[in-house]
């Protein structure tokens, strides 16, 4: 993606944001973590995509309301939003809260949009719309220190919040300052948990992950999984989103970059500082060029501005 920094002047606000997770597409709600800047999105054509660099810190939602989970980036307070699963850069950008602020993404307002809201301890600041600006209202809810989940609880279109507290889950279903509506357990207190609708009946409900065995259960009771699905690897980090607009939750991967260093015999002559763009007559020209040298000697001939693995994207 690119990283334009023009757009916004400074804000100096408590809070801003975007969320994730729509009606029909509910995502990952946190940010997804781990690294690399390649994303399997499994029931789609799984070839893959990039974007943004290894180390972005990522978030999935339905930023544009058309069902369809896709990625944001955010870089300290700004973040790059894309609203289609295919490498290439953002769409647009905006600002919101803090660098340091935890951000979760949700339907706060159910108009099938996800937004952001901020996150300060046990303090919420929620805003319905991905531009720069202040929150629109807030509340409160758990303790500083809690886990939180997103997800639509009762399927009636807003996204609202879960305390987690090791395999014991505190669901409320509106964003006011308020105790649980309900509770209950499901897994381990260390497992790793995700959030989707998995048999889009408009629910959200848990999936837990061991490696890369997922325990998928559809309602918010205690009790054990309903089935399980293998998918990735373990070393993946797992978020969840609807990739194509089903109105049912999958997995989504991030894999972390493959460290690959060519056989010494390979290893071609420094090119130096010699290509630019222009010198190529189409992008994979240009791609099989920086591919050549990139292993050795990095993005050389600086093809590559926004670091994405992608040389001379302008290129035809
Ligand atoms: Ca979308
Ligand atoms: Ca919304
Ligand atoms: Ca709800
Ligand atoms: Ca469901």
Not at 40 to 64: A, E, H, K, M, P
Not at 68 to 97: E, L
Not at 206 to 218: A, C, E, P
Not at 281 to 309: M, S
Request: charged share 20%.
């Amino acid at each position: 993606m690119s990283l334009k920094r023009s757009v916004v002047a400074g804000l100096v606000l408590a809070v801003t944001s975007t969320g994730l997770t729509a009606v029909s597409a509910f995502a990952q709600g946190e940010e997804v973590g781990g690294s690399g800047n390649t994303y399997f999105l499994s029931g789609t054509v799984d070839g893959g995509f990039n974007y943004g660099d290894s180390g972005d810190r990522v978030y999935f939602g339905d930023w544009d309301g058309d069902g369809v989970d896709t990625p944001m980036i955010r870089r300290d307070g700004q973040y790059f939003v894309r609203n289609s699963n295919s490498s290439g850069t953002a769409d647009y950008t905006f600002w919101y809260g803090n660098s340091d602020d935890v951000v979760l993404v949700g339907d706060w307002d159910g108009d099938g949009v996800d937004t952001l809201a901020v996150r300060r301890g046990g303090h919420y600041y929620v805003k319905n719309s991905t531009t720069t600006g202040v929150a629109d209202y807030e509340f409160w809810y758990g303790n500083s220190d809690d886990v939180v989940l997103v997800g639509d609880w009762d399927g009636d279109g807003v996204d609202t919040l879960t305390v987690r507290r090791g395999g014991h889950y505190f669901v409320k279903d509106s964003t006011t300052t308020g105790v649980a509506d309900y509770e209950f357990w499901y897994g381990n207190s260390d497992d790793i948990v995700l959030v989707g609708d998995w048999d889009g009946d408009g629910v959200s409900t848990l999936t837990v992950r061991r490696g890369i065995t997922y325990y998928v259960k559809n309602s918010t009771t205690t009790g054990v999984a309903d089935y399980e699905v293998s998918y990735g690897n373990a070393t993946d980090t797992a978020f969840a989103g609807d990739w194509n607009g089903d109105g049912s939750d999958t997995v989504g991967l991030r894999r972390p970059p493959v460290v690959t260093t060519p056989p010494a015999s390979s290893k071609p002559a420094n090119p130096g500082d010699t290509k630019n763009c222009g010198d190529f007559r189409t992008h994979a020209e240009a791609q099989a060029w920086f591919d050549t040298y990139y292993p050795w000697y990095g993005d050389i001939a600086k093809l590559d501005n926004n670091n994405d693995g992608v040389a001379c994207e302008s290129l035809p």
